[in-house]
């Protein structure tokens, strides 16, 4: 039977989401969902209809197509991430979408992704290199925090010390202004990034490098070049897209593996399911929880169940990826699963532009990890390791023992 419109429920997506999403895939098609930072709106709930949906166009990432009363609650919130960034391509709908885009995509090339790949492998040995191999060690500040800052910060041609500065700041921007403090401090990191990426565009502008920031305060097309708002906004959402999911799927992943012993002997005797492995850990703990934003265009109808226009809409994308109608046995981890179309990276238009990227830091990560670790274990209950209250999802700290590095992997 479809959920009554009538009826939301509350989502905890900081503790243990996916029961709560089997319940609600099974209530409908299309659920009304309680949010603490929106009220209420819409959850597709299953992979089918979020795969169609994630790219149709009755549903706009562009909040001006919000109703009234929508509008009004999500002025008490305007601190969002898309807030602190504006006229990016997370905002926009074509044609200024597809323009914008395809400015970026033809600068975002293999060629620049794959030619990082050593870089990577590099960072990561001397991110691991001073940790003791007894004792216990904390990955999210000693890896997973760091590489993706330092990789996507090198694509884009901004120095180290640059990233250590910008990246506390861009992880502030990914808090749920759940209170004035909060919001308080939300609109303080904006400020400030905004004000720092607009001095290093200006800095490309005056002394061009090789890297990608640079090459697109060069870009141009038949509309003419990006505007200095453009560019700012996306130099910021290149730097938060690179670092702070990665960030938080590296931390995911390892806690995955870590809590499935057997998967990850697995990969230490078959290193060639790695790019599977990637693919398996996305789908089963993807940073984007909830889902991907849009609003409703038109009145839409699905299973009997229509979603007025102008209402807010969440295209499930942790409940599309745990649905049993897609994938057999959801809530098994198998690194070896084939037949994979999670949509960890979305689906559509804006499908994720980093998705190259992202997945070669994972690769790297884990490859590196469980070769020079084969011992590695967890060094608390997985039901200890904490979560962030953010809008991504990973642990707050992994604490873990490295044990006995392998032999092979002496430097």
Not at 143 to 151: C, F, H, K
Not at 276 to 301: N, Q
Not at 371 to 397: F, I, K, N, T
Request: aromatic residues 6%; glycine residues 6%.
């Amino acid at each position: 039977m479809p959920d009554k419109p009538s009826k939301a429920r509350t989502l905890n997506q900081y503790l243990d989401p996916y029961p709560y999403f089997g319940r609600l895939r099974e209530v409908g098609r299309v659920v009304r969902i309680q949010t603490t930072f929106a009220g209420e709106g819409w959850l597709i709930t299953r992979h089918e209809d979020a795969q169609r949906l994630a790219g149709d166009p009755r549903l706009s990432v562009d909040a001006h197509h919000a109703g009234p009363e929508l509008q009004s609650r999500l002025a008490e919130f305007k601190f969002r991430f898309v807030d602190c960034l504006p006229e990016t391509m997370l905002v926009m709908d074509p044609p200024e979408h597809t323009r914008l885009r395809r400015m970026v995509a033809k600068e975002f090339t293999p060629r620049r992704m794959s030619g990082l790949a050593p870089y990577i492998e590099e960072t990561v040995h001397r991110l691991l290199d001073p940790l003791p191999a007894d004792g216990t060690t904390d990955l999210v500040p000693a890896l997973a925090e760091q590489l993706p800052t330092m990789v996507i910060s090198r694509l884009l041609g901004l120095g180290e010390e640059e990233a250590a500065h910008l990246r506390p700041l861009v992880s502030v921007l990914t808090e749920l202004p759940v209170d004035s403090e909060v919001a308080a401090r939300v609109e303080t990191a904006r400020d400030a990034v905004w004000g720092y990426l607009s001095r290093v565009v200006e800095e490309k502008r005056r002394q061009p490098d090789e890297g990608l920031l640079s090459a697109l305060v060069s870009a141009h097309d038949d509309e003419g070049r990006l505007t200095d708002t453009e560019l700012t906004s996306m130099a910021g959402l290149l730097f938060a897209g690179g670092a702070e999911t990665t960030t938080q799927m590296i931390g995911s992943g390892l806690l995955l593996l870590l809590r499935h012993p057997d998967q990850a002997a697995k990969l230490v005797d078959s290193p060639e399911l790695i790019p599977s492995t990637v693919d398996e850990l996305l789908r089963y703990e993807s940073p984007v929880t909830l889902g991907l934003i849009r609003y409703a265009v038109e009145d839409i109808t699905i299973d009997g169940v229509t979603i007025p226009r102008g209402d807010l809409v969440f295209v499930g994308v942790a409940s599309a990826n745990h649905d049993p109608r897609c994938f057999p046995e959801p809530e098994r981890l198998d690194v070896a699963r084939p037949n994979n179309p999670h949509l960890a990276f979305g689906h559509g238009p804006h499908y994720c532009l980093g998705a190259p990227l992202a997945r070669l830091e994972l690769q790297v990560v884990f490859t590196t990890l469980l070769r020079r670790y084969p011992h590695l274990s967890l060094a608390c209950h997985p039901g200890e390791v904490p979560w962030r209250s953010s809008a991504l999802r990973g642990p707050a700290s992994l604490p873990v023992r490295l044990g006995p590095r392998a032999a092979a992997t002496a430097r």
